[in-house]
């Protein structure tokens, strides 16, 4: 519960600075956003795809053959930023095995262009990143998982056979143990 409410906080605080500046009519392409069928929204001059939750929510629940790895990060996120690297190897490594990487960024519409963009280009990610932008927090987090109290990291394993969800951040043995519990 104290994990929620810091993260709600958070959210507050950063959804206030974000009005302060509309408010003055700082403008910028990122903020100027239309919604478009499918629920996914397009901002101007950003790289990846924006979701509220109902446009990501398809993502969470495929049952085809592949296991997925739904990752919840942020670039503000200091653990959320040391687990990474091992996504990608994870992704490396089991590109054979039919496994697929989500990375789902709660980073602010104001953080898009100047963090978010310019650290997956330094870091080379190479796993799919997308934006969820909803501030209904309190509404899709039990969405996601009924024990997630609000906090990143988060990571949500699943195939058509197992689904689990992890309030925490990983290590690369950990990863790759939790992992192999659905492809093995």
Not at 8 to 21: A, D, G, R, Y
Not at 116 to 129: H, M, N
Request: hydrophobic share 40%; charged share 30%.
């Amino acid at each position: 519960m104290n994990r929620l409410l810091v993260f709600v906080l958070l959210l507050i605080v950063l959804v206030s600075c974000k009005q302060k500046q509309e408010g003055d009519e700082v403008k910028t392409d990122t903020m100027e956003s239309e919604q478009v069928p499918d629920n996914v929204m397009v901002a101007a001059d950003v790289n990846f795809p924006i979701y509220d939750f109902d446009g990501l929510e398809p993502l969470l629940h495929r049952e085809d053959d592949h296991t997925y790895i739904i990752n919840f990060w942020a670039t503000w996120c200091k653990p959320c930023l040391e687990e990474l690297p091992y996504f990608e190897q994870v992704l490396e490594e089991q590109k054979n095995n039919k496994v697929k990487i989500i990375l789902v960024s709660l980073d602010m519409p104001h953080m898009w262009k100047s963090n978010l963009e310019p650290y997956v280009a330094k870091k080379g990610i190479k796993s799919e990143v997308v934006i969820l932008d909803d501030p209904k927090q309190n509404d899709w987090i039990p969405k996601v998982s009924e024990e997630w109290g609000g906090a990143i990291p988060a990571t949500l394993i699943y195939n058509k056979d197992k689904r689990e969800f992890y309030e925490k951040g990983f290590t690369y043995e950990e990863l790759n143990a939790e992992l192999n519990k659905f492809i093995n």
